[in-house]
């Protein structure tokens, strides 16, 4: 392939993965754009044969390959590629949508030897002196309410 061709772009930032390949020389039918495992293999394929008539020939073959990593936060199944009127390939995939994170504060319960029964440490007991509440029993209700 000329210099020209091999004129690509990269962004693995912001909304994903990106990755744009000048392949003008090539047409929709010489490309192939596959996903193995997580990388991204772009190949073009394109021969031509010219008679000039007089009983000369010319053949002329051009080949190229590109492999390109996906990052481990990209949803490699819904890639998609597209390619322009000037020749250029755009090969996009989005980042997977993390799940909501909910949080919530554990209670800590301590246990001495000679009794089974838990009681505070001493942060939620001082908690529990303040506000007057049992903060076990409420996390207890807290969990049985959801």
């Known amino acids: ?37 997580r990388k991204v293999l772009v190949t073009g394929k394109h021969e031509k044969k010219c008679d000039d008539g007089g009983g000369c020939y010319s053949y002329k073959y051009e080949e190229f390959r590109r492999e390109f990593q996906l990052p481990e936060d990209v949803d490699a199944e819904a890639l998609r590629c597209c390619l322009s ?14 799940p909501s994170v909910n949080e919530w504060t554990i209670p800590i319960n301590i246990t001495s030897d000679t009794t ?31």
Do not use: I, W, Y
Not at 126 to 145: I, L, M
């Open 1 to 37: 392939m000329s210099g020209e061709d091999k004129r690509q772009s990269e962004n693995k930032d912001g909304d994903g993965f990106s990755v744009s390949l000048n392949v003008q020389h090539f047409s929709p039918e010489d490309l192939r754009v596959k996903v193995l495992g």
């Open 85 to 98: 009127q000037d020749g250029q390939l755009k090969v996009q995939a989005p980042r997977l949508a993390l």
């Open 116 to 146: 089974t029964t838990p009681r505070l440490n001493p942060d939620q007991e001082t908690e529990k002196q303040e506000n007057g509440n049992d903060v076990v029993n409420k996390k207890d209700e807290e969990q049985v309410s959801s």
